[in-house]
């Protein structure tokens, strides 16, 4: 199945590693090479604060779209009670907070711990960063009561087995999870003719409209870098 | 994997053909035979109701345990933005309508409608049923304005295809769609290690008390009844 | 008037303690004597998790079903804004908070406070868990800002009174709130003629399926032993 | 026990009547008559809007205040797992609405059905007032799905038990039900000490406010007419 | 445009000092002045509980009724995510924060911190009340997370300037943010004809039933006052 | 004051009569002009499904950000206790519906009714647009019990006078309502200094990050084309 990852930040630094990583998780046969927008089996918004899920949605043809955030909440509500988030700054949390509860989620929200870093630091000092990540992982535990963490950034990667062997809950990676829920949605759209609803609110819009937005425009695709990169 | 299958009703009539069902609909290398509680990979409780979906997760040990109700709404969530159930009898709604709402997409639901059929109804005449789906299929779209349909039985099996392509949205399956996200959850579990959350709320109760529910104890395991009857 | 008090825990050793504190807080004329199910004036749920209320109500046939926990929030919520309830474990928090935002009382909810102990650790060592109460309501009350103590389970009973006078709110027992409340439904029953709705979800289940949940068949009645014992 | 109806009301044109049936369906023991506002037992609303509820609360001493809406809430959500509300006009519906969701009941309510008549026409032509309800009532159950009917005006006496007859399922009388509660939280209060709250939010206000507000200046009180009318 | 400004507590030592305010911060034409009830062209509640807002509401005719806190709450929303609410005491609390929840606003509600003055001490000692307005101020940003304070009674006047400078967020003062919200409703219902509804809900009583009201026959008016003591 | 118009839509034809309709119902000194960015006094998303309101009010500086959706129902919550949107298509519902639950008004909606009309027919064929809309709102008011209608797109301008005529109800129009609030917005954040917040979730983002955004590059603003266009 052909998987499309969004990066909605300008920034193509960690494109690579991410894509790499995918690759590594993928189910054999799933690709990440990327053609043209029309075939894709799946899409995911590639930042914890879904950005345009719902335009992506519309404008998506037969791939589900799916986003971190949104798939994380499906992986800790099947795994526990409650949950916490650990977010890069307390900048990011009333806009996560509203799509947790948009998601229907709020009720199961422990807490949302700020890391006080920001989107670059994460994979500076790694050291730190697990330090960091490890004390508010444990006070969300100890002190909010929470049975699962989400790491509430794509660029948090890279930490979730340690912190869950450490912590004793299950700790959710915010690249894997949508990417897993994808292969899935691509699998049962397939086999089980499971392609999203055109109807209603989930018509697309009208074709002037959409290249009006030019979404998909400048989109540095991870599969295209992955191809060209020759990664194996 | 392996995957186990609990029928909590008595009656074991539709197991074969529901394990028929999932055979065809599994991934290469997933199992369905099942050999003892500890090395499940997965559960699903195989009724719409979601009956004892809290208790089962308790005792799972490392096994992610899914529900019908809960699992359609993961897709019906993805695929569209509201969705309608279509129930036997009028009175399934309440509990169902509380678990939806308790699952926080109660402000998705378009509507519930009763097919005027019981779980003992829905295989025995096929045209009849696909009919009667079909109409009040028909009015949960155009009326009560749903992008998505689910079936709201697990009974109500081998109806979603036909009605998809009629009715132009997608109509999610009370079988496969627990029966998929369980596999992905089985994955995840062995992959990166997301196991249930044994903390707070999640702790497993003490082996006496599991002793005295005997939850297990009387299971019809489907994977045994495909494994004695030898389905290819 | 009959009232059945059902205990869903296979353990009885409680039950002649609880039916004796019953008859003393009846009113003249109310009778914990059992004969057969067909009677029941009304039904108690015995455990805070209000356990099996929902099939319970579907077969009681003429007699209202209540339950510890929602009962208990019928006082709360006359009594005071606000109230915690004090829990065994910290395990039994998320169904609880769960139970008390499905009978719609979650805003009113201060805290939800663990005194670390067991069912079976409460009646062992009364000063010692009067103590651990006194303490954990105190903290409801001053930090949490509960105006009402709630005793979140059947067998924190006996307590009720003294932390009431020392910490100046009312606490509401676990026993006495639904049985008091049983009475009043029993004698409206009778008068006014408000037995349960049988009207769509209220519906009795099939017969034949009401037999295979032999729901009734193993209860301990405490009525019984109470008959038998000779309480005066 | 002693109980006060407050009227809120100027008219004092039903008082008379509706202490007659209180009377009659009071337990043993229980008095109307009334001496002086602090040995109240019990304090009730009488009117549907549960007007004054949170104020009478505040200064009601150590008498339980009950009201019409939030005591039928009580017995509608022990008899059944909806309930409609018919209301006299529609200009009635906002305010009741939203008492129901701040009680925590909104999710429960099925409709709320205008029978287009007055506080003051129900009385009036008895025959034609049963046809409208049975009429409206019937509609509530078929069409919205009620299983539980509340009569939602205080005014809306002596229809109840023909209307549940005929419609099958109970007709919650918003006299009769605070009425029997406020007689269950004052045995309660003698019993085990459960009075109100008078801490936080349950403070009384200083007793200078309370001289101005002028609650009880001016009760018509029922207990004092039928005292005077010597009611046996 | 005439604003009406109504104090519902008996006591007027304020009325002289907040209706100068008010003329400080009016627009040109406003004016403060009261002829009789018919010709309002706005009314404000002048109590942070909003009192009898629905009531007012139903008998303004072509005055829209503004109240403290919901007002404030417009200014809140449109100016941060999330905002606290500086209340006198704790026993305010629970009414108040009933009354943002049903404004629908209480999932911005970062706290409510009581100052632990009362509505007569805010303008006794001012730089005591400065002081402790500062302090939970500051908790409430650094350690609610506030991103606006709202000033949770019409006494706590006089002081958010000094606040905002200080603390480095948006104050808002429970006089002025209903006095200029009035001011934008007079204007409109007279520019584009928005005057309150009169249907359903929103009908005014029967002249009958406002007459036993009596609702504005003991105002003091701050209109008056000013007039009479000729303020410039 | 100055005020900025943002036109979300890359088609400008509405622009020119928009501004004209804002200019005759602005107070005196309120000004369109528009010199630079930063010395906004208030900004409007000119767009009812308030795109981008978040973002915009994260890099607005010292002005208050102000969308159509949110503005009319602070009109619309003042005027009356419920109210409908008449939006142009079925497609529009979803995620207005989802912001009016956000804004938190979610329990006075009455209904969302299309009027099968595209942004661009509305100001085609006006005599037609009426009838659709007058007939459209008075199945809101009659059927759904509407008190107050909203017109859910700023194009649908020019017809809420003589709606609101013939149905007797407020017709808040979704361009005067939010250019009024931001007058008042802008007027408070000069006399009390009521500018929007900065703190936590509302702190700018890093400049590099809004230069990436882009976000005011090719606004066509209104005010230039007034000033270019000589609107007097």
Request: one cysteine or more.
């Amino acid at each position: 199945m052909k998987i499309l990852w969004i990066n909605p930040i300008g920034n193509d630094g960690f494109d690579l590693i991410i894509g790499k990583m995918l690759k590594e998780s993928a189910r054999d046969g799933t690709s990440l090479d990327v053609v043209s927008l029309p075939n894709y089996d799946g899409i995911v918004i590639g930042c914890f604060y879904d950005v345009g899920l719902r335009e992506a949605r519309e404008v998506s043809k037969r791939a589900v779209v799916v986003a971190p955030c949104q798939a994380s909440l499906v992986f800790a509500t099947h795994l526990g009670n409650s949950f916490s988030v650990l977010v890069g700054r307390r900048k990011w949390i009333p806009k996560m907070r509203e799509n947790i509860h948009m998601y229907g989620q709020g009720e199961r929200l422990a807490s949302m711990r700020p890391l006080k870093m920001g989107v670059y630091d994460f994979q500076v000092d790694l050291k730190k960063t697990a330090e960091v990540m490890m004390e508010e992982g444990r006070k969300a535990v100890d002190e909010d009561g929470a049975e699962v963490i989400i790491l509430g950034c794509t660029i948090e990667f890279g930490f979730h087995e340690t912190m869950q062997k450490e912590l004793g809950v299950p700790v959710v990676d915010a690249v894997l999870a949508p990417f897993k829920l994808v292969e899935m949605f691509a699998e049962t759209a397939g086999k089980f003719g499971w392609y999203p609803s055109r109807k209603w609110g989930s018509e697309a819009p009208p074709l002037q409209e959409v290249k009006e937005m030019a979404l998909f425009e400048n989109i540095t695709s991870i599969g295209n870098l992955l191809k060209n990169d020759a990664i194996q």
